[in-house]
């Protein structure tokens, strides 16, 4: 069985600082791990995905995510926030055999 | 190429009417998806056609029908709907569900309400 957790609903970060959003991951084999952002009435747009190799995950819009095996996480971060970057955040997890499963989301807010 | 396209992006029925919401894709992928997403809710998988075929249905009622007519094409019958159907219907493709475990491109949705 695969699943994902987020464990904040809500993230609010001043513009210019830092921003960390959380995942972790349950999965029986290797783990597939995905971040999407959803602006409203939109669908979801593809940032990152971690499937081998490198811990550190390099996205779009200058997102990034550190895969950590021993604590199961696979958290999204920007060393600088945006106003722009307010948007519903999902992690997803899937292995071989089974379709994507996504997390329930955190809600990013971003303040002038 | 690299656009899921859905229309219609808005859709308001009745709960006797019959209507379609059509998905298109041109990049080649040999897997599309039909997700259900309700407000602030992540998306809940419906239907998954792999190499046209449907591969899944999970659990979801009949007033529902999928159709795949080729590897670019994929529909979403709507008869007899209910109010809590409403909801934002996303379809997404990827390269190939079962051989390549790679990311879903997704639609920017048909926003449908049942009245």
């Known amino acids: 069985a695969q699943s994902v957790a987020q464990p904040e609903d809500q993230v609010n970060v001043a513009e210019g600082n830092p921003l960390t959003v959380k995942c972790t991951y349950s999965v029986s084999g290797n783990p597939y791990l995905f971040w999407y952002v959803q602006y409203p009435n939109r669908g979801l747009q593809f940032l990152l995905k971690?499937?081998?190799?490198?811990?550190l995950v390099k996205g779009s819009y200058g997102f990034e995510a550190e895969f950590n095996k021993s604590q199961t996480s696979f958290h999204l971060k920007k060393p600088s926030a945006l106003v722009s970057d307010s948007a519903l955040y999902f992690c997803a997890v899937r292995d071989m055999g089974n379709d994507m499963r996504f997390g329930a989301g955190t809600r990013l807010t971003v303040k002038p | 190429d690299t656009e899921v396209t859905q229309t219609p992006k808005h859709l308001v029925m009745g709960m006797t009417n019959k209507k379609s919401l059509k998905c298109e894709q041109h990049m080649g992928h040999r897997a599309m998806y039909w997700y259900k997403q309700k407000a602030k809710k992540p998306p809940e998988l419906m239907f998954v056609?792999?190499?046209?075929?449907?591969?899944i249905n999970e659990s979801v009622p009949s007033r529902f029908s999928p159709e795949c007519p080729n590897s670019s094409l994929l529909n979403l019958h709507l008869h007899a709907l209910q109010p809590e159907d409403s909801a934002l219907y996303l379809c997404?493709?990827?390269?190939?569900?079962?051989?390549?475990?790679?990311?879903?491109?997704f639609g920017e949705g048909s926003r449908l309400t049942v009245l």
């Open positions: 056609y792999s190499y046209e075929k449907l591969s």
């Open positions: 997404a493709s990827s390269q190939d569900r079962d051989r390549v475990v790679g990311e879903l491109f």
């Open positions: 971690y499937i081998t190799g490198d811990n």
